[in-house]
Structure formats: structure tokens, C-alpha cells
């Protein structure tokens, strides 16, 4: 067996420590210092440097970073606008959450590294309405940074100045969709956008815009301080890094991760999770957030996370909501639990997802109420079919991916539950 | 102008036409819900998805902006596969209730049935989503939140035509409905226009609902005769009774828009009693019926009898600016140029009557009538009489002994219109003679010395020149009853019987003559008045 | 006719500050009126609208999208247990129960006392530390029934 990568600790190396939550601990232990050197650095070097890094979303599409930021048209005479993405609302992630809860500064940093390299002032952090505890904490935060002179007109004593506040959602998953959150923040209803035109161009009040994960946000101090080659030395070689993996469900240390890219996904279940509780045996994980295909026990053996990995063992690295099931899980059961979310949150606003996502819910109760029909598994996958591919936003195949892996990995379960 | 490739022809497209654009103009329907030509674009519909060579995922016609070498099929299986989804998602929560739907027949649902459904319902009754019905909005619309497929053309609409924004989305996912707040009636004058563009039966007209099959009814090209716009419309009627008018497009002029009041303009044709016959007043003062010819004899031999008397210049011809162009032509024709006649208008409710004056930045005008420019083109505004007024003032002078008056009241009232028809009544009243030519009866109508019933909007064909002097021809959508003749056609008469050649059978006779003598309308032809009509000079 | 309290009115006119177009202050708006009037009825829809210049189908439109923003009345303490795979893996299923048990009301409904009232709702963000659910802008974690039933005497007792 080969030895398991030495692991870096960059988001959550001060998770732990007291106070850390504080801008007194936060610069004791070394915060804004990146600030301090990005605000020496031209604009146009600190973008090359994120792209350097290999850093990508780590919101769930794992879009290079670097890249998103350069699409930004530079001197055009609107406002850009940076907007955090920390509506975390994938089940199975509470990654962002813990970052905020207890190192909210290191977000404020990113953040304010990332506003000077693409010439914004002023930014949101567009936080999901139910963790409002968090925004309370995010927001003790930007006043202290406001009164340490490190945000406001003049950002640490250099001519840039710099806003961010803090807007709270109030219920809505679509809305962690970048042109959905867009439109939630304009004070609409959160209908995702036709692309194109990208925000890159005609975001925010029709004026280019970058939305970027908290998580991604948050790597940025560390990428400054250290170079871009420290970062990408981390990881493999597409996968740069290290990334956050928030398990739950059947492990005996459900929490949250910092792992190098790469890391063997069994191991980690086993070494840092704790490994399946209660002694029973694995039957399927779900690696990514609700949105990503089920992959069986037997399909996780020697699988590596990282972005390249996961797709090529037929899943995705999504958000890092890993989401681990015991040989007692009942997949219907489960299926339905997922479909009846995306029913739920389905925006309504184009056709396939809108009745799509509801009429699998409700194939899925009937079946596991007893009642269903053999040709409803066959039916299920027909949906997912109908769906895919044909939405205005990713929500409606983020259905059909547990539909379809669910259904064809767990067959017999379900027709099992089935009359005739 | 970029070419590109749909279902293996090369077309050109415009600069920034959309797919679904370009297909149009060359005459391939790309099936669509929420698309609208006169609406901003939404895209949420999902019916229009077509295949285009080196995009991976089929992508929204409406949505895509045509590029130079564009390789695009709307035809292929695997479009076909995704429209028939959309719908069968678009028909799983929807009732089905055709048998009692007045959609029903032009209904986009059955139509892309037909087309490419032809599924079998997969869904039991029991789990579809349950909405209201039977909801009003107000004197237009009724809606129906099960039958809507959410497409948005009605919020688009008032959101972006009438900037009233009274509907709306509520909930989410497959909850969404739509309406008002608190169910609040629509009250914008524009509102029927939403029963047009639903492309269901969720938004049906309070006016029509359950009064006739669409599929029993006869359409008739028109033009609106509700005010001096011109809006481009379609009658559609059976059995000699309208049921409906609905617009036509016309960019031009209307787009796909009609306000409410001219939508419902037709009922006021049957809101009163038609005058039949001819009636003439005898020696006894008493008005009998006559025949045209006994009517056309003595009008003409009596108004000589009269300009003999006390010259031509004690005639007065007074036009109604509701009548049509070839009306109101051979009307100059014959009181003007046949019995030399040189006192002419047609102004009824106001001294500066400005035709141009919008009653609002959308469609309406003040000017109620359909054709005031035409009247003006024809030389019937007479500077010195300054109107009806001027003209009951001549007559009580008695410088004016006699007046041929055609009269049709506004399709669209007024508060003023009282107070106008008492004017009518006055000037008929003062007059030493008169022929009235009306369809309808009226108080002033024992006062006329001959009363010919003629017909009103829709019952003839002709032109109408609307307010920016545009040209437009207007079908006939139903006989008249009775005896009552075209205006044209009793002037047709008038002359013949003056001893004037009278060469015309037919309103398009009339209008070839009209563009021979007026110089204004010398380059028009009858083709050129079709949508979107012609500016004259 | 309700008006926001003058506090209120100072958060309200903060909360316009942050944003460079009055539009963008609707959600936080909305949020405020919920805090100060319970719930966003057709009238707080009609007033937020008269004062932001907006017709009430435009305010209610965009509220009733949100599922935090209440559209019927909840109780002093409203209840949101999360449904979601890792709660309901962790058995979330008996912790509803509980509650409907300790209330005596089904989900959306008041108690009669009018302090409390449940819903169960999506991903909370608590899957490690599942099942959780959410009272105000507090949350209660690794839920038993036995947690429930104190939890709810507690705030009963408050």
C-alpha cells in the first residue's frame, strides 16, 4: 500500500485555535499579511498568480479560478463586482459554514485580495438565510476589519477602497447558482439566467461580476503568502491543492476535512472519517453533495479524490459534500429523500425541471409506499431523461444524476418495492 | 447578414435574429410556448430546443443568435425526442379539459399534440398538482391557473407593454401559478390582449368565453374602427353576427396589440336599431318608405331645384370621418364636383380637432373615428365653416338652404358623445333639406327630409387612412340587413341618377378612381393598403 | 394601517445604504418586515410595496419564492427540522414526530397558545452534526427525541 501523501494544512490550519474567529488572533497568527503583499503586487501579476496556483471553484463546477477572473473586461466604465458565494445549500456540504463560524478574517482576506486584483469595490457575501448565526459572525468580523482601517476607503493605507457587506438569503437552494444568486441579490425571485451573456460581462446590475465560493475565497491568503508554486505543488496535476470534504451520514467521525487532492477516497472514509460506524459495512457513498452520482462500494475501491478521479469512476467531486451510506441503507428510501429536495427547490421557471423534478418525487413515493409499478423504474429513468440537458440551469440534472445512478446501480430495490 | 444552415437549406438572417427568427421569415415554425415576437425574450418554455452542429446540448432557438455558417436542424430525431418531452411534462399537471375549454381548436397544447405527442398519459389523475380555477381578473379575463404553462407572455406583457406589472409568479417549482395580488381585477386598458397571447386556455376572454367553437367561426381581415390608430384586426363572426375581434400583427402600427375598448367596439353596431329602408318625407311632412331609386331621384332633382334657387354655394356637404375613403370619395364626387357644392366637413365634437393626439404612449388616440386623415385628404375640412358649429351657424344665417350629411357614431363612447349627437340633431333640425346616409336610427332621424341607411364598419369594405395617414384596407365581415347599401354605393347612385358617368361596381373600382384624382394617393394600390398598409403624403 | 417602528425605519434606510440600486434592498426589506410583523401578509406585501414604489404583486411575487419568508402567521417559536439524506439518516424521522407529538399541531400550523409553530425543510448544513433543525437563527443539533422534548419545554417554560 502506498504511503498516504504528507497532508497540508491551508483553510483549516487554525480552525482549531482560540479566538480565531478575532482580527487580534487572526493577525497574531499571521492574517492579512497576504493582503499586505497582494496590495504591493500589480493587479494584473496577482491574477496570473491565481492562475498560476491551479486553484478551481471549489463551489461544485471546479471552474479554474484564475481563468473565471480574467474573462472580467478590464476599463469598461461599469463597476465590477465581486460576490461571495456562500449560499451552501448542497445536502451533504457544510464546509463554508465552518470557514465562516470560525476563521471568518481568512474569508474577509480572500476576498479583499481578490476585489483589488480585479478592481472591485464593493462586494457581498451573499450568505444562505438559515445560517444567519454565521452571518452574525461573519459580519462581527467585517466590522472589526472596517475599524482596523483594512476595509473602507483607503484598504490598509493604499488608494483602493473597498466596501463588502454582507446579504442574507432567505431560503432558496437555486440560489447558491451563480446567475440565480445574481438575480436573488438584484431582489428578484432567483430565476437562473440564460447564458450567454456570462456575469464575467453582464452580472450584478448588468456589470461584470465574479462570483467565487467562500472556500476558493478563502485559499487565496495562503496562495499569496506562499506562491503559487506551493499551491500547486499540492495535489496532482490537474487536481491543485488542497480541498475540503465535509462527511456525514454512516462514518463514525462525521466533520469536516482538509486533504490534498488525490487522496484515496476509501482511505479517507476510513482514516479521517472514522470509518463506517457502528462496525457495519459500506454500501454506497456519495462523494460530492446530494448532486452527484452514487457510487457503490465496490466502485470506490482505489478511487482518488480529485476532480478527474471521481469523473472518471463515473461521479464528481461537486461541493465535497461526501455523504457516506451503511449496508442498512434503504436506496428508495434515499432516492426519494434527493428527489423530494429538488422538487422542492426547483425554481419553476423552465419546463423539464419544473415537472420533471416533481413527478419523479412523486413516482418515488409511490413506489416506496408500496404502491408503484414495475414500468415506474423504467419511467424514472425516461424523466431523467426527458430532463437532462434541456434546462436553463444545471438544478434539473442535478436530479437526473441520482436518478439515473441510483436507479441502475440499486434495480432490484426498488423493483423489489414494486407490484407486478 | 449571416447565412447559415437549417434542416440542410442555406438561409440568410437578418443581423441579431435569433433562430427562431430567421426560421420564421423563411417560413419554418420552430414550436414555442413562451416566445413572442413582440415581447422581450425569456427562453423558459424550453419547446423550441433545436440541434446545432459543435454545441453539445440542444440549445433554445429562441435564445441563440443565428452565426455566419451556423449548421442548425429543428427537424431531426433528437429534437423531436426533446419536444416531445417538454410537452409531455407541460400536459402532466395539466387538467386536460378540452371538452369545456374555450382554448379549444387554437389551443399550441393540441396543436404540438398532434404533431409530437401522440403519448399516452403516464401519470395517474391523483398525482397531478392541483390549482385555481375559474378566477376573475376583472371585465376581460378569466383565468384558469391548471391549464397554464407558466411561459410568462401575459407578465412579460404587462410588465413591459403596459408597464403595470399586475401579474405576477407565485411559489415555486411546480406550484408556481400565476395572477394578481389578492386576485385584483385588471384594470389597465390594454388587458385583453393577455387572452390573445396565452398560448393555452389559462387566460380566456370574459366577452367570449363559451360563446362559440373557434372552429364554427369565419375570420375577416380588418382594421379597427374604435379610434383614429388604425390597428390591424381580425372579425371573426358566423351566421352574420361578429363574435370577436382580435388583432393582427402589424409592426407598423399596432405590433400584436388592441386596447380593450376597441377589442369589444363591434357590440355598439348592434346596441341599436338599424334603419332599413330609405325614408322620405312626403308633402305632409310625414317620412314613408321609398325605394333607392325613388329616394336617389328625388334627392338629386331637389338639391338642384335648391342650388338653382340660391346657388351651389347654399349646399353643404357634411362628412362622417368613420365613413371609408371610397365613401367619402365619390361623396365629393358628387356633392362637390357633380353639383359644384363647396362647403365641406366632417368635424362633429371639437373646433381643432387634432387627429395626431395619443390618449396614451401605447396604442389609443382622442380622435375616435378610423378615418379623419382621409377626410382630410379629400378636401372635406373646410378652413371658413370651422365645423359643425360654423355649419349649424350658416344655416341659421341661411346661408346654407341644404345638407347631405353622413353620420355613424363613434364605435368607441365617449361622455362628449351626447352631447355631439344633440349637435347632429341641431344642424339636421336648421337645415332647410336634408339627406341623412346612417345605419342607425337616431332622435334626429324625423328631422332628416330623406334618411338612406347605409353601412357601418365591417359591413363594407374599404380604406381607412389612420391617424400618421397610412393607408389600410379593411374586409367586409358581414351583409347589413335590409336595404342598406355602402356608402360609395349610394353616391354610385346619386351620380348616376345626376346623369354623371357612374362606372363603379365595386370599392376597389372606387379606390382605383380615388388614386387616379387624388394626387395624394396616386402611387397607392389596393395591394399596398394589406399589412402593413402605406403612408401617404 | 402597519408601519415599521422607528427603529425599524433607521434599519431600513441602513440597509438601502449597502446597495447602489434600491431594488437590491427587497430581500433584506422583506426579511426586516418578517421580523417586525411576523409574517409577510398581503398587507406588509402592500406596505413594503407602497414604500419601496413597487406594485404589491411585484413584492409578494418575489416572497413567496423565498421559503424562510413566512406566508401565513407562525408562532413565536417556528420550528424548522431538516428532512434532508443526512438527518433523515440519522433518523430525523422520530425527532418530527416528536415535535408533532409535543405540539399537537400539523406542520404550518400554530399552537393554540400561539408560541409555536413546524415545518420541516431542506439541508440545514448540519449533516455533520445531524439531525438538526432551526429555531430563529439558532440551530439544535444531533437531535434525539428526548433533545426535542426538552428543547420545546424549555422554550415553553421561556
Same mark, same amino acid.
Given at each position: 500500500?502506498?504511503?498516504?501523501?504528507?497532508?497540508?494544512?491551508?483553510?483549516?490550519?487554525?480552525?482549531?485555535?482560540?479566538?480565531?474567529?478575532?482580527?487580534?488572533?487572526?493577525?497574531?497568527?499571521? !492574517?492579512?499579511?497576504?493582503?499586505?503583499?497582494?496590495?504591493?503586487?500589480?493587479?494584473?501579476?496577482?491574477?496570473?498568480?491565481?492562475?498560476?496556483? !491551479?486553484?478551481? !471553484?471549489?463551489?461544485?463546477? !471546479?471552474?479554474?479560478?484564475?481563468?473565471?477572473?480574467?474573462?472580467?473586461?478590464?476599463?469598461?466604465?461599469?463597476?465590477?463586482?465581486?460576490?461571495?458565494?456562500?449560499?451552501?445549500?448542497?445536502?451533504?456540504?457544510?464546509?463554508?459554514?465552518?470557514?465562516?463560524?470560525?476563521?471568518?478574517?481568512?474569508?474577509?482576506?480572500?476576498?479583499?485580495?481578490?476585489?483589488?486584483?480585479?478592481?472591485?469595490?464593493?462586494?457581498?457575501?451573499?450568505?444562505?438565510?438559515?445560517?444567519?448565526?454565521?452571518?452574525?459572525?461573519?459580519?462581527?468580523?467585517?466590522?472589526?476589519?472596517?475599524?482596523?482601517?483594512?476595509?473602507?476607503?483607503?484598504?490598509? %493605507?493604499?488608494?483602493?477602497?473597498?466596501?463588502?457587506?454582507?446579504?442574507? %438569503?432567505? %431560503?432558496?437552494?437555486?440560489? %447558491?447558482?451563480?446567475?440565480?444568486?445574481?438575480?436573488?441579490?438584484?431582489?428578484?425571485?432567483?430565476?437562473?439566467?440564460?447564458?450567454?451573456?456570462?456575469?464575467?460581462?453582464?452580472?450584478?446590475?448588468?456589470?461584470?461580476?465574479?462570483?467565487?465560493?467562500?472556500?476558493?475565497?478563502?485559499?487565496?491568503?495562503?496562495?499569496?503568502?506562499?506562491?503559487?508554486?506551493?499551491?500547486?505543488?499540492?495535489?496532482?496535476?490537474?487536481?491543485?491543492?488542497?480541498?475540503?470534504?465535509?462527511?456525514?451520514?454512516?462514518?463514525?467521525?462525521?466533520?469536516?476535512?482538509?486533504?490534498?487532492?488525490?487522496?484515496?477516497?476509501?482511505?479517507?472514509?476510513?482514516?479521517?472519517?472514522?470509518?463506517?460506524?457502528?462496525?457495519?459495512?459500506?454500501?454506497?457513498?456519495?462523494?460530492?453533495?446530494?448532486?452527484?452520482?452514487?457510487?457503490?462500494?465496490?466502485?470506490?475501491?482505489?478511487?482518488?479524490?480529485?476532480?478527474?478521479?471521481?469523473?472518471?469512476?463515473?461521479?464528481?467531486?461537486?461541493?465535497?459534500?461526501?455523504?457516506?451510506?451503511?449496508?442498512?441503507?434503504?436506496?428508495?428510501?434515499?432516492?426519494?429523500?434527493?428527489?423530494?429536495?429538488?422538487?422542492?427547490?426547483?425554481?419553476?421557471?423552465?419546463?423539464?425541471?419544473?415537472?420533471?423534478?416533481?413527478?419523479?418525487?412523486?413516482?418515488?413515493?409511490?413506489?416506496?409506499?408500496?404502491?408503484?409499478?414495475?414500468?415506474?423504474?423504467?419511467?424514472?429513468?425516461?424523466?431523467?431523461?426527458?430532463?437532462?440537458?434541456?434546462?436553463?440551469?444545471?438544478?434539473?440534472?442535478?436530479?437526473?444524476?441520482?436518478?439515473?445512478?441510483?436507479?441502475?446501480?440499486?434495480?432490484?430495490?426498488?423493483?423489489?418495492?414494486?407490484?407486478? | 447578414?449571416?447565412?447559415?444552415?437549417?434542416?440542410?437549406?442555406?438561409?440568410?438572417?437578418?443581423?441579431?435574429?435569433?433562430?427562431?427568427?430567421?426560421?420564421?421569415?423563411?417560413?419554418?415554425?420552430?414550436?414555442?410556448?413562451?416566445?413572442?415576437?413582440?415581447?422581450?425574450?425569456?427562453?423558459?418554455?424550453?419547446?423550441?430546443?433545436?440541434?446545432?452542429?459543435?454545441?453539445?446540448?440542444?440549445?433554445?432557438?429562441?435564445?441563440?443568435?443565428?452565426?455566419?455558417?451556423?449548421?442548425?436542424?429543428?427537424?431531426?430525431?433528437?429534437?423531436?425526442?426533446?419536444?416531445?418531452?417538454?410537452?409531455?411534462?407541460?400536459?402532466?399537471?395539466?387538467?386536460?379539459?378540452?371538452?369545456?375549454?374555450?382554448?379549444?381548436?387554437?389551443?399550441?397544447?393540441?396543436?404540438?399534440?398532434?404533431?409530437?405527442?401522440?403519448?399516452?398519459?403516464?401519470?395517474?389523475?391523483?398525482?397531478?398538482?392541483?390549482?385555481?380555477?375559474?378566477?376573475?381578473?376583472?371585465?376581460?379575463?378569466?383565468?384558469?391557473?391548471?391549464?397554464?404553462?407558466?411561459?410568462?407572455?401575459?407578465?412579460?406583457?404587462?410588465?413591459?407593454?403596459?408597464?403595470?406589472?399586475?401579474?405576477?409568479?407565485?411559489?415555486?417549482?411546480?406550484?408556481?401559478?400565476?395572477?394578481?395580488?389578492?386576485?385584483?381585477?385588471?384594470?389597465?386598458?390594454?388587458?385583453?390582449?393577455?387572452?390573445?397571447?396565452?398560448?393555452?386556455?389559462?387566460?380566456?376572454?370574459?366577452?367570449?368565453?363559451?360563446?362559440?367553437?373557434?372552429?364554427?367561426?369565419?375570420?375577416?381581415?380588418?382594421?379597427?374602427?374604435?379610434?383614429?390608430?388604425?390597428?390591424?384586426?381580425?372579425?371573426?363572426?358566423?351566421?352574420?353576427?361578429?363574435?370577436?375581434?382580435?388583432?393582427?400583427?402589424?409592426?407598423?402600427?399596432?405590433?400584436?396589440?388592441?386596447?380593450?375598448?376597441?377589442?369589444?367596439?363591434?357590440?355598439?353596431?348592434?346596441?341599436?336599431?338599424?334603419?332599413?329602408?330609405?325614408?322620405?318625407?312626403?308633402?305632409?311632412?310625414?317620412?314613408?318608405?321609398?325605394?333607392?331609386? @325613388?329616394?336617389?331621384?328625388?334627392?338629386?332633382?331637389?338639391?338642384?331645384?335648391?342650388?338653382?334657387?340660391?346657388?351651389?354655394?347654399?349646399?353643404?356637404?357634411?362628412?362622417?370621418?368613420?365613413?371609408?375613403?371610397?365613401?367619402?370619395?365619390?361623396?365629393?364626387?358628387?356633392?362637390?364636383?357633380?353639383?359644384?357644392?363647396?362647403?365641406?366637413?366632417?368635424?362633429?365634437?371639437?373646433?381643432?380637432?387634432?387627429?395626431?393626439? @395619443?390618449?396614451?404612449?401605447?396604442?389609443?388616440?382622442?380622435?375616435?373615428?378610423?378615418?379623419?386623415?382621409?377626410?382630410?385628404?379629400?378636401?372635406?375640412?373646410?378652413? @371658413?365653416?370651422?365645423?359643425?358649429?360654423?355649419?349649424?351657424?350658416?344655416?341659421?344665417?341661411?346661408?346654407?338652404?341644404?345638407?347631405?350629411?353622413?353620420?355613424?357614431?363613434?364605435?368607441?363612447?365617449?361622455?362628449?358623445?351626447?352631447?355631439?349627437?344633440?349637435?347632429?340633431?341641431?344642424?339636421?333640425?336648421?337645415?332647410?333639406?336634408?339627406?341623412?346616409?346612417?345605419?342607425?336610427?337616431?332622435?334626429?332621424?324625423?328631422?332628416?327630409?330623406?334618411?338612406?341607411?347605409?353601412?357601418?364598419?365591417?359591413?363594407?369594405?374599404?380604406?381607412?387612412?389612420?391617424? @400618421?395617414?397610412?393607408?389600410?384596407?379593411?374586409?367586409?365581415?358581414?351583409?347589413?340587413?335590409?336595404?342598406?347599401?355602402?356608402?360609395?354605393?349610394?353616391?354610385?347612385?346619386?351620380?348616376?341618377?345626376?346623369?354623371?358617368?357612374?362606372?363603379?361596381?365595386?370599392?376597389?373600382?372606387?379606390?382605383?378612381?380615388?388614386?387616379?384624382?387624388?394626387?395624394?394617393?396616386?402611387?397607392?394600390?389596393?395591394?399596398?393598403?394589406?399589412?402593413?398598409?402605406?403612408?401617404?403624403? | 394601517?402597519?408601519?415599521?417602528?422607528?427603529?425599524?425605519?433607521?434599519?431600513?434606510? +441602513?440597509? *438601502?445604504?449597502?446597495?447602489?440600486?434600491?431594488?437590491?434592498?427587497?430581500?433584506?426589506?422583506?426579511?426586516?418586515?418578517?421580523?417586525?410583523?411576523?409574517?409577510?401578509?398581503?398587507?406588509?406585501?402592500?406596505?413594503?410595496?407602497?414604500?419601496?414604489?413597487?406594485?404589491?404583486?411585484?413584492? *409578494?411575487?418575489?416572497? +413567496?419564492?423565498?421559503?424562510? *419568508?413566512?406566508?401565513?402567521?407562525?408562532?413565536?417559536?417556528?420550528?424548522?427540522?431538516?428532512?434532508?439524506?443526512?438527518?433523515?439518516?440519522?433518523?430525523?424521522?422520530?425527532?418530527?414526530?416528536?415535535?408533532?407529538?409535543?405540539?399537537?399541531?400539523?406542520?404550518?400550523?400554530? +399552537?393554540?397558545?400561539?408560541?409555536?409553530?413546524?415545518? +420541516?425543510?431542506?439541508? *440545514?448544513?448540519?449533516?455533520?452534526?445531524?439531525?438538526?433543525?432551526?429555531?430563529?437563527?439558532?440551530?439544535?443539533?444531533?437531535?434525539?427525541?428526548?433533545?426535542?422534548?426538552?428543547?420545546?419545554?424549555?422554550?415553553?417554560?421561556?
Amino acid at each position: 500500500m502506498p504511503a498516504l501523501p504528507v497532508m497540508t494544512k491551508i483553510l483549516l490550519a487554525n480552525i482549531d485555535k482560540p479566538d480565531q474567529a478575532s482580527i487580534a488572533k487572526y493577525r497574531e497568527r499571521g !492574517g492579512y499579511k497576504a493582503l499586505e503583499k497582494a496590495l504591493a503586487m500589480e493587479q494584473t501579476a496577482l491574477i496570473d498568480e491565481v492562475k498560476a496556483s !491551479g486553484l478551481r !471553484g471549489r463551489g461544485g463546477a !471546479g471552474f479554474p479560478t484564475g481563468m473565471k477572473w480574467s474573462f472580467v473586461p478590464r476599463n469598461t466604465n461599469k463597476p465590477t463586482y465581486l460576490l461571495c458565494n456562500a449560499d451552501e445549500s448542497e445536502p451533504g456540504t457544510f464546509k463554508d459554514r465552518i470557514l465562516m463560524e470560525r476563521d471568518p478574517h481568512m474569508l474577509i482576506e480572500g476576498m479583499a485580495i481578490a476585489c483589488y486584483a480585479l478592481n472591485c469595490h464593493l462586494s457581498y457575501i451573499y450568505i444562505r438565510g438559515e445560517y444567519e448565526f454565521v452571518a452574525n459572525t461573519q459580519q462581527k468580523a467585517l466590522d472589526e476589519a472596517y475599524e482596523a482601517k483594512i476595509l473602507g476607503p483607503s484598504v490598509m %493605507g493604499k488608494d483602493f477602497a473597498l466596501d463588502i457587506f454582507v446579504h442574507l %438569503g432567505q %431560503g432558496a437552494y437555486i440560489c %447558491g447558482e451563480e446567475t440565480s444568486l445574481i438575480e436573488s441579490l438584484e431582489g428578484n425571485r432567483g430565476y437562473p439566467r440564460i447564458k450567454p451573456p456570462f456575469p464575467a460581462t453582464h452580472g450584478f446590475l448588468a456589470s461584470p461580476t465574479v462570483v467565487n465560493n467562500v472556500e476558493t475565497l478563502a485559499a487565496l491568503p495562503w496562495i499569496v503568502q506562499n506562491g503559487a508554486a506551493a499551491y500547486a505543488a499540492i495535489g496532482t496535476e490537474k487536481s491543485k491543492g488542497t480541498k475540503l470534504f465535509s462527511v456525514s451520514g454512516h462514518v463514525a467521525k462525521p466533520g469536516v476535512y482538509e486533504v490534498d487532492l488525490g487522496y484515496p477516497l476509501l482511505d479517507f472514509i476510513n482514516k479521517e472519517a472514522g470509518g463506517v460506524a457502528n462496525g457495519r459495512k459500506l454500501k454506497a457513498v456519495i462523494p460530492g453533495g446530494s448532486s452527484v452520482p452514487v457510487m457503490t462500494a465496490a466502485e470506490c475501491e482505489g478511487v482518488l479524490l480529485d476532480y478527474e478521479s471521481l469523473l472518471k469512476a463515473g461521479s464528481m467531486l461537486g461541493s465535497g459534500g461526501m455523504i457516506v451510506l451503511d449496508e442498512t441503507t434503504s436506496m428508495p428510501e434515499t432516492l426519494s429523500v434527493i428527489a423530494d429536495f429538488y422538487a422542492h427547490e426547483s425554481c419553476g421557471q423552465c419546463t423539464p425541471c419544473r415537472e420533471g423534478t416533481g413527478w419523479a418525487a412523486k413516482i418515488l413515493k409511490n413506489i416506496i409506499a408500496g404502491e408503484g409499478k414495475r414500468s415506474d423504474v423504467d419511467l424514472l429513468l425516461k424523466i431523467a431523461d426527458m430532463m437532462e440537458g434541456k434546462t436553463i440551469c444545471p438544478l434539473a440534472d442535478a436530479d437526473v444524476m441520482p436518478i439515473r445512478s441510483f436507479v441502475t446501480k440499486f434495480r432490484s430495490e426498488f423493483e423489489d418495492l414494486c407490484s407486478n | 447578414m449571416p447565412k447559415f444552415t437549417l434542416n440542410g437549406q442555406e438561409i440568410e438572417a437578418k443581423a441579431g435574429q435569433t433562430i427562431i427568427q430567421a426560421a420564421e421569415d423563411h417560413g419554418v415554425e420552430i414550436p414555442h410556448y413562451c416566445y413572442h415576437a413582440d415581447l422581450p425574450i425569456d427562453g423558459n418554455c424550453r419547446m423550441c430546443l433545436v440541434d446545432v452542429e459543435k454545441m453539445p446540448k440542444l440549445t433554445p432557438a429562441c435564445t441563440t443568435l443565428v452565426n455566419e455558417g451556423m449548421v442548425v436542424r429543428s427537424e431531426n430525431e433528437r429534437v423531436k425526442q426533446a419536444v416531445r418531452g417538454v410537452l409531455e411534462f407541460l400536459l402532466i399537471n395539466h387538467p386536460v379539459d378540452c371538452p369545456v375549454c374555450d382554448q379549444a381548436g387554437e389551443c399550441r397544447l393540441q396543436d404540438y399534440y398532434m404533431v409530437y405527442g401522440l403519448h399516452t398519459s403516464e401519470i395517474p389523475l391523483g398525482m397531478k398538482v392541483r390549482k385555481r380555477k375559474v378566477i376573475d381578473l376583472g371585465p376581460m379575463v378569466v383565468l384558469d391557473q391548471e391549464r397554464c404553462v407558466l411561459c410568462s407572455r401575459c407578465i412579460r406583457f404587462f410588465e413591459h407593454v403596459t408597464e403595470t406589472g399586475e401579474m405576477q409568479f407565485f411559489g415555486r417549482g411546480d406550484h408556481v401559478a400565476i395572477g394578481t395580488f389578492e386576485d385584483r381585477p385588471l384594470n389597465n386598458p390594454y388587458s385583453g390582449n393577455v387572452v390573445d397571447i396565452c398560448p393555452v386556455g389559462a387566460l380566456t376572454s370574459r366577452d367570449f368565453r363559451f360563446k362559440c367553437r373557434v372552429w364554427f367561426l369565419h375570420a375577416t381581415d380588418s382594421i379597427c374602427g374604435g379610434c383614429s390608430t388604425g390597428c390591424a384586426v381580425r372579425i371573426d363572426h358566423r351566421d352574420g353576427a361578429i363574435f370577436r375581434m382580435i388583432p393582427r400583427r402589424n409592426p407598423e402600427v399596432n405590433r400584436s396589440w388592441l386596447c380593450d375598448e376597441g377589442r369589444l367596439s363591434f357590440h355598439e353596431l348592434n346596441k341599436t336599431e338599424r334603419i332599413s329602408r330609405p325614408l322620405m318625407k312626403g308633402r305632409d311632412g310625414v317620412q314613408a318608405p321609398v325605394t333607392w331609386e @325613388e329616394a336617389v331621384r328625388s334627392i338629386d332633382a331637389r338639391l338642384k331645384e335648391i342650388r338653382a334657387a340660391n346657388g351651389a354655394g347654399s349646399i353643404l356637404g357634411f362628412a362622417s370621418p368613420s365613413a371609408t375613403n371610397e365613401g367619402l370619395f365619390l361623396f365629393k364626387r358628387y356633392v362637390g364636383d357633380q353639383l359644384g357644392a363647396t362647403q365641406f366637413d366632417f368635424r362633429v365634437d371639437s373646433e381643432d380637432k387634432n387627429v395626431l393626439e @395619443e390618449e396614451d404612449q401605447i396604442l389609443r388616440h382622442f380622435d375616435k373615428h378610423p378615418n379623419s386623415t382621409g377626410a382630410i385628404k379629400l378636401g372635406l375640412m373646410s378652413k @371658413e365653416l370651422g365645423g359643425i358649429d360654423g355649419a349649424i351657424e350658416a344655416a341659421r344665417a341661411g346661408q346654407i338652404k341644404a345638407g347631405v350629411v353622413i353620420y355613424f357614431p363613434p364605435l368607441v363612447r365617449r361622455a362628449c358623445d351626447e352631447e355631439v349627437e344633440g349637435r347632429v340633431f341641431e344642424l339636421i333640425d336648421v337645415l332647410e333639406y336634408s339627406v341623412v346616409l346612417a345605419a342607425h336610427k337616431s332622435e334626429w332621424q324625423t328631422a332628416a327630409s330623406v334618411v338612406l341607411p347605409v353601412t357601418p364598419w365591417s359591413e363594407e369594405e374599404g380604406t381607412y387612412t389612420n391617424f @400618421e395617414g397610412r393607408v389600410q384596407f379593411a374586409g367586409k365581415a358581414i351583409d347589413a340587413g335590409g336595404d342598406a347599401l355602402a356608402v360609395w354605393e349610394a353616391f354610385a347612385m346619386l351620380l348616376h341618377a345626376s346623369g354623371a358617368e357612374s362606372p363603379w361596381m365595386s370599392a376597389e373600382d372606387v379606390f382605383a378612381s380615388l388614386t387616379e384624382h387624388v394626387p395624394a394617393y396616386r402611387e397607392v394600390t389596393l395591394d399596398k393598403t394589406r399589412l402593413p398598409g402605406v403612408i401617404v403624403g | 394601517m402597519i408601519q415599521f417602528t422607528e427603529e425599524a425605519k433607521r434599519r431600513y434606510q +441602513t440597509i *438601502l445604504s449597502h446597495y447602489p440600486e434600491r431594488r437590491a434592498a427587497l430581500l433584506p426589506v422583506l426579511t426586516l418586515a418578517q421580523r417586525e410583523f411576523g409574517w409577510i401578509s398581503q398587507e406588509v406585501a402592500e406596505y413594503i410595496g407602497r414604500l419601496m414604489r413597487y406594485p404589491p404583486s411585484d413584492v *409578494l411575487s418575489v416572497a +413567496t419564492f423565498y421559503t424562510m *419568508l413566512h406566508k401565513k402567521p407562525a408562532g413565536k417559536y417556528h420550528i424548522d427540522i431538516c428532512k434532508n439524506v443526512s438527518c433523515w439518516l440519522m433518523g430525523v424521522n422520530p425527532c418530527v414526530d416528536e415535535i408533532k407529538r409535543q405540539l399537537g399541531v400539523e406542520r404550518r400550523d400554530v +399552537t393554540a397558545d400561539g408560541k409555536f409553530s413546524w415545518d +420541516t425543510t431542506e439541508c *440545514l448544513g448540519s449533516c455533520g452534526t445531524a439531525p438538526a433543525m432551526q429555531i430563529g437563527d439558532r440551530y439544535y443539533e444531533n437531535l434525539t427525541p428526548k433533545s426535542v422534548a426538552e428543547i420545546i419545554e424549555n422554550l415553553r417554560n421561556e
